[in-house]
Structures are given as structure tokens and as C-alpha cells.
């Protein structure tokens, strides 16, 4: 896929988990700093990060990187009501472009760099131009969805994303992965990346 934007969505509260899940760390790095760093590898033409729960601290620890990548800080004031509120905030960024976008958040803390890159690849090769990972029997995140879907994430409500838009497509590419089913909304899930060697040993125990 030669243009692209990328989404970085980063304004949950984590309210199960006690803690901003944002904030976790792989091997020293910051779990948001991560995501953003792997979006940005893909070269996109621009990276949008949605922030909003813990905004300042996210912003703070982003605030290297967003100097080098020129990365987008949004802010979603109606963050508590659900990620379709990021999705429609970030939709409102990117409403001038006709890109497709990839849309990663920061709680898988198994996602690679090949994750992105076979995403972009297949949502290239794909009839619709959009392409998601496989979580038992439904589409999410990480994907790529078409510039048309994501200026559609305006009509959202609740705490939906867009994996049942593209579940309803025929043609959307799957990358099957499930190392990715691991996201961190629990104390249980961070014990078990610990366990996998996916996040930096002491969350469990802070």
C-alpha cells in the first residue's frame, strides 16, 4: 500500500484494570510509545494518536517521538463514552484525506512490526482496500479500513469500534494472529503477557 494514515487509538480509562494500561511497559518502552513507533515504521502519511483519560501522561510519554514523527496528539473529551467516540474523533482529523488507514491501539502487547506490514499488504490486494485481524469469529484491531469506513466511524455510538462493519464485508483480507487476542484489561492479563515474556516483570505485583 503506497499511502496510508495511521490511528493509534489511546484514550481508554482502563477501569478494570486500575491503572493506565497506556502506560505499561515492554523491555523499558512504554506500551503507547510502542504502538506509535510501530505505526510510524509503516511510514504513514500522517499519524493521528487519540488520546483522552490520562491525556497529559500519554502526551508526556509520547513526547519525544511526536517531536520526530510529527505525530498528531487529538484529544477526545467524550472519551467515557466508548472507543466510538476516538474513532469519530480521529475521523474528524483525517476528514481531508482519501487515504485508507491502519488503526492499531496500544493494549496487545504481542503486536509486531510484520502484523502492520501483512495488514497493509493484504488490505492492497483486497477488493473493499480493507483488511483486519481474526479474533475467534470476529474481525478487529489491528486493521486497515478504507478512507469511506472511517469517515463512516462518525455515525458510531457507544463503546463499538468497526469490527462489525467489516464483518459484514465479503472481501476483507484476515490475518490470522492470535497472539494478538491478548489485550490488558485485567490484572489476569497482565500477569499472563508477563508470562509470555510481552511485558516488563512488577505490573502484576504494582
Do not use: F
Amino acid at each position: 500500500m503506497k499511502h496510508h494514515a495511521a490511528i493509534v487509538l489511546a484514550a481508554g480509562g482502563s477501569t478494570r484494570l486500575g491503572r493506565p494500561k497506556q502506560l505499561l511497559t515492554r523491555d523499558g518502552e512504554a506500551l503507547v510509545h510502542r504502538a506509535v513507533r510501530l505505526a510510524a515504521a509503516t511510514h504513514p502519511s500522517r499519524l493521528v494518536v487519540v488520546t483522552g483519560a490520562y491525556a497529559h501522561e500519554v502526551a508526556t510519554a509520547l513526547q519525544v517521538i511526536a517531536i520526530d514523527l510529527r505525530v498528531e496528539l487529538v484529544v477526545n473529551p467524550d472519551w467515557a463514552q466508548g472507543l466510538s467516540t476516538s474513532l469519530a474523533a480521529a475521523a474528524h482529523a483525517l476528514r481531508d484525506t482519501d487515504a485508507p488507514a491502519l488503526i492499531l491501539v496500544c493494549d496487545q502487547p504481542a503486536l509486531q512490526k510484520h502484523h502492520l506490514r501483512e495488514l497493509l499488504d493484504g488490505a492492497a490486494h483486497s477488493p473493499s482496500g480493507c483488511a483486519a485481524t481474526r479474533h475467534g469469529d470476529r474481525l478487529g484491531v489491528p486493521a486497515v479500513v478504507s478512507a469511506r469506513m472511517l469517515h463512516g466511524a462518525i455515525d458510531l455510538r457507544g463503546d463499538v469500534g468497526l469490527g462489525a462493519r467489516l464483518s459484514a464485508l465479503d472481501d476483507v483480507w484476515t490475518l490470522d494472529a492470535p497472539e494478538l487476542a491478548l489485550d490488558l484489561d485485567t490484572p489476569d492479563d497482565v500477569a499472563q503477557a508477563i508470562a509470555r515474556g510481552w511485558l516488563d516483570d512488577g505490573h502484576a505485583r504494582d
